[in-house]
């Protein structure tokens, strides 16, 4: 059976359709490709999962600007067509979207050629693709409850976020050996998501010293950040320097959590996912975006974060060292954290794509 995998513009959203794809490759009888555009951060998640790679032409259909409308309009009529083309030589019998705006050509290309769509929400609240695509989608799968107030119900079901398999297999003490930590010291993870967060990475420059005479640090900062905090490491005395791992980007982001005993991090579908499947803690800074500010609150109402908006973000520096202070609130919080984890999400999901197929 062949199958299309959809769904980018940035990690968050190209992630869950591999930890699905992962789980469909059980079948020996699995073929699958990948629709995404040119330089959208899917295109590198799907060559690394080895998975063929189609491109399209697509844009985002954001803000009241007569020409991004037209822009968005232009790239959906165009990305269509181009999937359209795609389709005749593929003839998947069924599309796997998780939404971004690379996913509505797919999704609308899908639903004029007949081809069933399994639809993944991963946010609190659907962004502009999934409700463009909701309608036409055989089955739309959610990551939390809350969710089903935004979606058709009668088509709907949560199913938990999926997430990669490295994230079944990564141990702590895995964690430790491969980023060279001390396990004798408590480890703080820093993370902006796919794009890296300046905001962010501002602040924690200006606390490093103080937080390095506590904590270790895996920052992960992205490609754009690197050089300039490079330079801010080599300024470190030594022996903070040791303590201080800094990486634009690492394909090894389930070892990273599983080693850390805090996170520090925006509020990306994926905290739905990875935070839950790790027990990991978190202090959530949501990007301006509704989306990332309900999943922020989402997680503090239920106790297994906090969520701080950007505008107090010069709290942070207290806010680490007073949650790394309380064993027993960190604790509780990893507690309820590793309760939302829904490990077989991927594996249902790849259930109702192949259901649909076969209807």
Not at 226 to 235: F, S, V
Not at 274 to 302: F, K, R, S
Not at 324 to 337: C, F, I, K, Q, S
Request: aromatic share 6%.
């Amino acid at each position: 059976m062949k199958f299309a995998l959809a769904g980018g513009g940035t990690g968050g959203h190209a992630y869950p359709a591999i930890a699905v794809a992962e789980r469909m490759r059980e079948r020996l009888d699995t073929e699958l490709v990948y629709y995404g555009t040119e330089h959208g951060a899917e295109r590198t998640v799907a060559v690394d999962a080895r998975i063929p790679y189609r491109v399209i032409p697509a844009a985002q259909m954001r803000g009241r600007s007569p020409f991004r409308i037209a822009r968005g309009a232009i790239g959906l009529l165009r990305g269509t067509r181009a999937t359209a083309r795609w389709f005749a030589v593929d003839q998947p019998e069924a599309v796997f979207a998780t939404g971004g705006y690379a996913a509505a050509p797919v999704g609308r290309a899908a639903k004029r050629a007949g081809v069933p769509l399994v639809l993944f929400l991963p946010d609190v609240r659907p962004g502009w693709a999934v409700r463009y695509m909701q309608r036409s989608a055989a089955t739309v799968a959610c990551a939390v409850d809350r969710s089903l107030d935004y979606v058709p119900r009668r088509k709907s079901v949560v199913t938990g976020y999926p997430v990669r398999r490295q994230f079944d297999e990564a141990t702590r003490e895995e964690g430790i050996r491969r980023f060279g930590l001390d396990p004798s010291l408590r480890t703080l993870l820093i993370t902006g998501g796919s794009q890296g967060a300046h905001q962010i990475n501002l602040v924690i420059n200006g606390a490093l010293r103080r937080l390095l005479d506590r904590v270790q640090i895996i920052h992960i900062c992205g490609a754009n950040e690197e050089q300039w905090l490079t330079r801010e490491r080599e300024r470190l005395p030594d022996w903070q320097r040791e303590r201080y791992h800094l990486h634009a980007y690492t394909e090894e982001m389930a070892w990273a959590m599983a080693a850390a005993d805090l996170a520090i991090t925006r509020g990306g579908a994926s905290i739905f996912g990875e935070l839950p499947a790790t027990g990991l803690p978190a202090i959530v800074i949501p990007l301006a975006a509704a989306d990332q500010h309900l999943n922020a609150a989402y997680l503090a109402e239920l106790g297994a974060a906090i969520a701080l908006d950007a505008g107090e973000i010069g709290r942070l520096e207290s806010l680490i060292l007073e949650l790394l202070d309380d064993d027993l609130r960190l604790e509780v919080m990893a507690t309820v954290m590793r309760g939302l984890a829904r490990p077989n999400a991927a594996s249902k999901i790849a259930a109702l794509v192949r259901e649909v197929a076969e209807r």
